[in-house]
């Protein structure tokens, strides 16, 4: 049994190929600059486990504490920062085809749990054991069993942890999951609830009771808090131009996208984008005791 308190990282070298369908890195591997000067736009999903240190990590926006026994979900298409960077993380991460036929919804992990008790050892002894099996059957084109259905395990693990009481229904959080669904695939064409109401064969008065239900917004709300997100995180995480990135959204003017971002996030595009780019302080370097592959100080 080891308490929250006695871990550290992952040592420098369990991280496997970039190419490898499922690998393990530390923290610090996901952004070229130490500082995490801007947020980095990730390209493949994520668990994120602390294992030392205290910290604040930013998802898409959204300030998550972090201590050790924090695990976050992150998805690809997400963008990630670290502020301050004075806390460390061993990192799972895999490609979106790793888990196809196995019976398990990434979906279904939440983005941020504290874990404890019998549920931390548990996952600090799966994650463990993913950074050694990765290390060692690198490359083994045999093992690619082995590491999904380890992964599998680990997920449905953490899917199968006790939820937070919700007020909405089980028919208004199954139909807003299926707007969500249908965002994605369509927010880059159309913001009109009323199109999404046809294609999910529904009113836009159903979809606004459920999106009210579960997240106290309406749809129409819930529509465009999407759209502003994507601009957000191609504005912090990339150069691309303020225009290129309005039309990639559906917006055939610059300043209709000016005016939809500034109503959305309180700020211009340019401002948000300067914004993002102000450097942060280095990071604190402190001591480390030796640790094994999860973070564990030897001899815990």
Aim: hydrophobic share 40%.
């Amino acid at each position: 049994m080891v308490s929250s308190g006695q871990l550290s990282p992952a040592p420098p070298g369990t991280a496997a190929t970039a190419s490898a369908e499922i690998d393990t890195v530390t923290l610090g591997d996901l952004a070229s600059d130490p500082r995490w000067q801007r947020p980095v736009l990730l390209d493949r999903d994520l668990l994120v486990l602390t294992t030392g240190g205290h910290g604040t990590a930013e998802l898409d926006f959204r300030a998550l504490p972090c201590r050790p026994g924090t695990l976050l979900r992150v998805r690809a298409g997400q963008v990630l920062r670290c502020v301050g960077a004075q806390f460390d993380a061993t990192v799972v991460r895999w490609d979106a085809g790793a888990l196809r036929g196995l019976d398990v919804d990434p979906d279904a992990v939440p983005a941020r749990v504290q874990l404890a008790g019998e549920d931390e050892d548990a996952v600090i002894t799966e994650v463990s054991q993913l950074v050694v099996d990765c290390q060692r059957h690198r490359g083994v084109a045999a093992a690619r069993g082995l590491l999904r259905h380890q992964l599998a395990v680990l997920l449905l693990r953490l899917s199968l942890l006790p939820e937070p009481a919700q007020a909405a229904t089980r028919a208004e959080t199954a139909t807003f999951h299926r707007l969500c669904r249908e965002v994605e695939r369509g927010y880059q064409h159309t913001r009109r609830v009323e199109d999404y109401a046809v294609r999910l064969g529904c009113s836009v008065r159903t979809l606004t009771r459920a999106c009210l239900a579960v997240t106290g917004r309406s749809a129409k709300q819930v529509v465009d808090e999407r759209v502003a997100l994507q601009a957000s995180r191609l504005l912090a995480a990339t150069d691309e131009p303020i225009a290129r990135i309005g039309r990639r959204l559906g917006f055939s003017e610059p300043t209709n996208f000016g005016r939809f971002f500034t109503r959305e996030v309180g700020v211009s595009p340019g401002g948000f984008r300067a914004a993002r780019e102000q450097p942060l302080p280095p990071p604190v370097v402190r001591p480390r005791p030796p640790a094994d592959a999860v973070g564990r100080p030897r001899g815990a």
